[in-house]
Every structure is written in structure tokens, then in C-alpha cells.
Nanobody, 120 residues
Framework: QVQLLESGGGLVQAGDSLRLSCAAS????????IGWFRQAPGKEREFVSR????????YYADSVKGRFTISRSNAMQKVYLQMNSLKPEDTAVYYC?????????????WGQGTQVTVSS
């Protein structure tokens, strides 16, 4: 029963902030990467950010650099995505995903998603 659950989405105005949370259960994700992805209506899912287990490396899509910050709690039981200066273009369902540290990256476990809507 590996499970990832996102929370923290909502309806906000442009310029506001939200913090998304991804809670992991069912197994220990030692060594895993956690990624955040998003999918807007009618569009392909896109990469937003990722963090490795030790939190020594973080990566961001160009579209969110300087605005979003990914972080984790102890043992990566929760991974957060702090989203500042939100734009209407950030409107999407946001998903967290977990995967082993392999090349190329892959994500084996996915959450249900949480809706983020940013009004102008």
C-alpha cells in the first residue's frame, strides 16, 4: 500500500502563495527522488521540481525558478512545494511522485493530485 497524498491546493489570486504537501506512506523512500509535476487542462503533464532523498540537490523548471521552493521533512515522509508569486499560468493539478535514483529518472509512485487555481 504505497501511497502519496497531495494537499494544500486551492484558489488564490495572482501574487499569492501556497504550500503544497506530499505525504508518503506504505514504504520507506530512502534514496528516492520526489518530484512535483503539474497538468493544466488539455495539456501534457510537465515537470515542476524535484528533490533527492538527502536534499542535497534540487531542480526546478525554468518557469518556476525563483518562485517555487521544494523541501522535505525528516525521512522524506513529507515533501513540500512552496509556491510564491503565483501566476495564472501556474493553474493546474499538481502531483507528487516518487522514484528510485536511476538514470534516466523514473517515477513509480504517484499521488492523486491537488488543484491549484490562480486568478488574475
Amino acid at each position: 500500500q504505497v501511497q502519496l497524498l497531495e494537499s494544500g491546493g486551492g484558489l488564490v489570486q495572482a501574487g499569492d502563495s501556497l504550500r503544497l504537501s506530499c505525504a508518503a506512506s506504505g514504504r520507506t523512500f530512502v534514496g528516492y527522488n520526489i518530484g512535483w509535476f503539474r497538468q493544466a487542462p488539455g495539456k501534457e503533464r510537465e515537470f515542476v521540481s524535484r528533490i533527492n532523498w538527502s536534499a542535497t540537490n534540487t531542480y526546478y523548471a525554468d518557469s518556476v525558478k525563483g518562485r517555487f521552493t521544494i523541501s522535505r521533512s525528516n525521512a522524506m515522509q513529507k515533501v513540500y512545494l512552496q509556491m510564491n508569486s503565483l501566476k495564472p499560468e501556474d493553474t493546474a493539478v499538481y502531483y507528487c511522485a516518487a522514484g528510485p535514483p536511476v538514470n534516466p529518472f523514473k517515477y513509480d509512485y504517484w499521488g492523486q493530485g491537488t488543484q491549484v487555481t490562480v486568478s488574475s
